[in-house]
């Protein structure tokens, strides 16, 4: 079994930081890979990042390039994603994920955390 707790969510103001964490519990944790969705409210849950077993692939939404990192360190079973230049269409639920590729959907993923919640401000 693979668990998921995300943390870092967050008030800031818009043009802040952030960084969201995930810790991964289970022994098969470097063989996933790992994303980032993010849910709004009324809104169905988007991707945003996924980064490979390796760190070797990365995928990012057109809305997050270039503003949003994703990074991984195995050692510690942790994901991360570093937001920079937030903006209030950035408020959501952010929720990390384990699957077996950096793809988009939702289904390719098998495991998911709780979300953190990161609230930006005009």
């Known amino acids: 079994q693979v668990q998921l707790v995300e943390s870092g969510g967050e008030s800031v103001q818009a043009g802040g930081s952030l960084s969201l964490s995930c810790v991964v519990s289970?022994?098969?944790?470097?063989?996933?890979?790992m994303g980032w969705f993010r849910q709004a409210p009324g809104k169905e849950r988007e991707f945003v990042a996924a980064?490979?077993?390796?760190?070797?692939?990365?995928n990012y939404a057109d809305s997050v390039k270039g503003r949003f990192t994703i990074s991984r360190d195995n050692a510690k079973n942790t994901v991360y994603l570093q937001m920079n230049s937030l903006k209030p269409e950035d408020t959501a639920v952010y929720y990390c994920?384990?699957?077996?590729?950096?793809?988009?959907?939702?289904?390719?993923?098998?495991?998911w955390g709780q979300g953190t919640q990161v609230t930006v401000s005009s």
């Open positions: 289970g022994r098969t944790y470097r063989s996933y890979a």
């Open positions: 994920a384990a699957g077996t590729g950096t793809s988009v959907l939702r289904r390719a993923y098998d495991y």
């Open positions: 980064i490979s077993w390796n760190s070797g692939s990365k």
